[in-house]
């Protein structure tokens, strides 16, 4: 059965508010632009990539050679480290990654480096591959399209090479290499485990000594052979270094641009650092002693490149724009030599427009350090200035009013750094309202959940120079609880909430309008949670209290009325729903006029609703006509016209027009992934609906692919526990029941209802129909000991929490029924069967479809009993089966 979606409005100057909105879409499709350079017609030239220069490379051919028959045999790897660094950086992964991709760069048609730290830089390396094949449109397209025409670039094509350096969360590729199958997927990270059996992992460790001697007299004496003296030193020293590849690197680079220092100067002057460098690990106090030699040189020959370095420090360790880190009114020219002496020094990677430092680095130099004789610790000099740096790169372009939305593309992961390694007690009331910024866009682009730590830095500075109950800090904490609750953290969402509403009603007043705001948002998570119980009364003293503070016509009264409309829906009292939804579209009509945004999205949810009743006629002219308003005034591929095309292919599918469905479902797909994004939540949302109507149509060869597409998608975008991930696991589960392997079927069923009552609590309606699934399943394999208690406790709890006449609490009562009568139990099948069959008259109508299907079950009850009359046994006429198992959209 279908579950409404949630999707937010803005209520008030900055709060975020929540509202259901009905989701369940067709109509003739026009193609966007983007078909005009169709993927599969776009050739690469010939050797494109984006590698980076290549880096020497030394004892590591062994790795080389297992790497290279890993790819070739499974087309994925992950070369991560060992546990002998204590998961930091500088073991040389990327370095060897890095010569594979060089030394094989004949072998690819295309090989393309990724920053993968996260997945917005995933994104970002995916748009510029876009903008490296089609320039010209490109320039136009909108970041979600770019990600989306670079995946299905990809797709057409084979013999790539994707390297994704510096993973941090292998979940986060999964949407690439899960659905990418036409080349190699190479990811270097520091974690060993989380890995796809699919990838082979190889793990690195430190340097032979021999190797990390060899490459140390390689870095020092250039194409000179070493003397046996100067063996003997680099042995030492590279004794000291630990045989660890980022230490060796760079104190050779030092060495090198330092010809007069020999190896053994180098070393003694090393150990004088030791005692000043002895917090953190092995790894920390090796690359710190490193430092304080090389940074003492760079003090007294480029001062400019150490504040460059400890700036750096402060932002995103990838794609830092020279121009980011020039300071206002010096020459370009002076900059990029200093970034050119780092680089030298080993201290960053340049590409020549922006560079790369590394992590362990950025590690160490925000490592709190002592004063010098400025007064301010050197690191939070770092600091001070990545912070001005941003925000005058924030800065409009001469003559336009606004930043460029690619500018704040660029700069979002930066902020996003500086946001999570704020120091205590720190302030800067300009960076937070860009970090409010950068939050606002995430979300508009549908990625709330990775907002959060902007949000939180957001909150704790408002907390701290406002105060606890100031009116911005309550809105920043409204909004950092919607972020949560879009995250599916609603043990974090809740509680926030309940803390700001008090806060709200002790400073503001009960009935102030952001006080309704954070009730109604409250209710609303009340709402996500399944807790039906305090959802709708508090929705109810909101919509009273809007009524009479705000006027009966008010926006976000109409607002409230239609959220209450919606957990009536949910709750299954559809007769006080629809009447609420036909009276709110009556207002918004009167007041915002009959093609605005919030009246088509009205008119959305009441054809949702009159489908939910079994009213289809009504249900698909009305989502026909909101569809055919919505492309004329928000245009084919707004994120609300979407919604509306998928709600009429659902429309048309519950009708049993699968003709008309499946090609509409088909079209909002590829729109989705062309405008949202290939991992959006809403395009998950819509390959789960195409696989369910490929499921009614019988086409389970299509559908479970997809849903187990769909289902790795959502655990690694979302999360394993979140609400849309358990009702994907659900639904794979009923596609498997429904290909007849209960093999499959069952444990997915048991680990879906397990993680749905500690998720959701054992009574959610999610909750139930997972239960009511499990129980169908265990009667489909015959086991009618596990199955009947199963539904009568199922029963039970839905009367209880979803009333007697719920269209759910009606299925349950079907399926208990069938188990019963497939025990041969017929004294209390039919009357069961005569019961639900009267309440589905009643509530969804005399020809609604679950109508039709009571009533041929107690016609196929009563036959039996009339076989057994006559001599015979239950079983010798025709056994009802369980109802379908529930899927939803």
Known sequence: MPYPSSGIE??????????????????????????????????????????????????????????????????ESAITQSGAVHGLGGIGKSTLALHYAHRHRGDYTLIWWVNAASSDEIETSFTVLTQTLVPGWAATAGRGAQVAWAMQWLAWHPGWLLVYDNVEDPDDLAPYTGALHQGHHLATSRRTTGWPDSATTLVLGNLHPDDSTT?????????????????????????????????????????????????????????TKLGKTAHGIDAERTIARIWNVTLGTLETDNPLAVEVLHTSAWLAPDDIPHSLLALPGTDPDVTAEAIGTLAAYSMVTDTGTTIAIHRLVQTVLRTPQEADGTGQPRHLQGRDRAERAVLRSLAPPPGQDTTPDSQWDTLTPHLATLAATSPPEHHNAPLTTAYTTAANRLYEQGHSARAIPLLEATLTQQEQV??????????????????????????????????????????????????????????????????????????????????????????????????????????????????????????????????????????????????????????????EGTLAQSEQVLGDAHPSTLICRNNLAGAYRAAGDLGRAIPLYEATLTQREQVLGDAHPSTLRSRNSLASAYRAAGDLARAIPLYEATLTQSEQVLGDAHPSTLRSRNNLASAYRAAGDLARAIPLYEATLTQSEQVLGDTHPDTLISRNNLASAYQAAGDLARAIPLHEATLT?????????????????????????????????????????????????????????????????????????????????????????????
């Open 215 to 271: 490459l140390l007299c390689r870095l020092v004496c250039k194409d000179t052979a070493p003397t046996p003296r100067q063996k003997t030193d680099a042995r030492a020293l590279a004794a000291e270094l630990g045989h660890f590849p980022l230490a060796i690197k760079q104190a050779g680079a030092y060495l090198a641009q330092n010809r007069g220092i020999s190896l053994a100067d180098y070393g003694r002057r090393l150990g």
């Open 797 to 889: 709890q839905s009367e209880q929490v979803l009333g007697d006449t719920h269209p759910n609490t009606l299925r349950s009562r079907n399926n208990l029924a069938s188990a019963y009568q497939a025990a041969g139990d017929l004294a209390r099948a039919i009357p069961l069967h005569e019961a639900t069959l009267t309440q589905r008259e009643q509530v969804l109508g005399d020809t609604h479809p679950d109508t039709l299907r009571s009533r041929d079950n107690l016609a196929h009850a009563r036959q039996a009993a009339r076989a057994v009359q006559q001599g015979g046994t239950a079983n010798s006429a025709t056994a009802t089966a369980p109802q379908q198992p529930s899927t939803v959209d």
């Open 466 to 623: 406002l105060g606890d109950t100031h009116p911005d800090t309550l809105i920043s904490r409204n909004n950092l609880a919607y972020a949560y609750q879009a995250a599916g953290d609603l043990a974090r969402s809740i509680p926030l909430l309940e803390a700001t509403l008090t806060h709200s009603e002790q400073v503001l007043g009960d009935t102030h309008p952001d006080t309704l705001t954070n009730r109604n948002n409250l209710a609303s998570v009340y709402y996500a949670a399944g807790d039906l119980g305090r959802a709708i009364p508090l929705y109810e003293g909101t919509l009273a209290q809007s009524e009479q503070v705000l006027g009966d016509t008010h926006p976000d009264t109409l607002r409230s009325r239609n959220n209450l409309a919606s957990a009536y829906q949910a709750a299954g009292d559809l007769a006080r729903a629809i009447h609420l939804l036909e009276a709110t579209l009556t207002q918004y009509e009167q007041v915002l006029g009959d093609t605005h945004p919030d009246t088509l999205r009205s008119r959305n949810n009441l054809a949702s609703a009159y489908r939910t009743a079994g009213d289809l006629g009504r249900a698909i002219h009305l989502h």
């Open 10 to 75: 803005a209520a008030g100057q900055r709060a975020i508010a929540a509202q259901q909105i009905g989701n369940a879409y067709t109509g003739d499709v026009v193609l966007p632009s983007e078909a005009l350079h169709a993927p599969d017609k776009v050739p690469a030239a010939p050797g494109t990539s984006n590698l980076p220069p290549a880096t020497l490379c030394l004892g590591r051919e062994e790795e080389l050679t297992s790497l290279r028959r890993s790819l070739t045999g499974r087309g």
